[in-house]
């Protein structure tokens, strides 16, 4: 596609439920990225991968917290049992190995 | 562990100022960094990207300087129009291959009529 595309724009959960969330990358970018973003914050990074692989899952914030992309194109953040502290945007972000990130324009959570 | 800041936090401009916002890390091992434009409920739109090698980059009426051992960065947006009004957020890499942004807190810029 010519975009980073995410879905649904906007989640709702009450508390103790789980959520995925959907990151369709720039056809043929190897490298894709989740970050989570607090209101008012800067973005912070959650996880990295390169195809298919899960190179750094440093960033994320608890073991509630799991990404997979196992075709090396889709990729999904899931989130069990969520929490009022989960409540954030999170961006998808895609690249070439070289850099130059193309970012999608977020899936709003909010946990009620 | 790298930390990025941005100075102010909000700024309100009358339209057709010069302004000048404010980056600064504490880790100069880096290998870029970018400047980023978010406007409400949407993505990032990259704006200017600075290799740690070069001093500064400019596209149209932006112009970003890079200062590594100083730890600092500025955006420079010359005759400001309510359009730029967004939030301005710097990130910076520490390689040269696609590897983790650290960004700053932002700016929220208004610019009015």
């Known amino acids: 596609g010519a975009g980073v595309s995410q879905s649904p724009r906007y989640k709702v959960a009450k508390r103790g439920q789980d959520v995925a969330l959907r990151c369709d990358p720039i056809?043929?970018?190897?490298?894709l990225f989740w970050y989570q973003q607090a209101l008012g914050q800067g973005p912070e990074f959650l996880t990295y991968?390169?195809?298919?692989?899960?190179?750094?899952k440093s960033g994320l914030p608890s073991d509630r917290f799991f990404a997979e992309r196992p075709e090396g194109s889709v990729s999904t953040l899931k989130i069990q049992r969520t929490q009022k502290e989960d409540s954030a945007v999170y961006l998808c972000?895609?690249?070439?190995?070289?850099?130059?990130?193309?970012f999608g324009s977020g899936t709003r959570l909010t946990v009620v | 562990k790298q930390e990025v800041t941005q100075i102010p936090a909000a700024l309100s401009v009358p339209e057709g100022e010069n302004l000048v916002l404010n980056c600064s890390f504490t880790?100069?091992?880096?290998?870029?960094l970018q400047w980023f434009r978010q406007d409400p409920g949407k993505g990032l739109t990259s704006l200017l990207l600075?290799?740690?090698?070069?001093r500064e980059q400019t596209s149209g009426r932006l112009n970003a300087s890079l200062d590594k051992s100083s730890g600092r960065s500025t955006l420079y947006i010359a005759a400001s129009q309510p359009g730029d009004s967004a939030t301005y957020l710097c990130?910076?890499?520490?390689?040269?291959?696609?590897?983790?942004?650290?960004f700053g807190t932002g700016t929220r810029l208004q610019v009015t009529l």
């Open positions: 972000a895609s690249s070439l190995l070289e850099g130059g990130y193309t």
């Open positions: 600075i290799q740690s090698s070069q």
């Open positions: 991968f390169q195809n298919e692989a899960q190179l750094d």
């Open positions: 990130a910076v890499s520490p390689t040269g291959t696609a590897s983790k942004l650290t």
């Open positions: 880790d100069s091992a880096i290998y870029n």
């Open positions: 056809s043929g970018h190897v490298s």
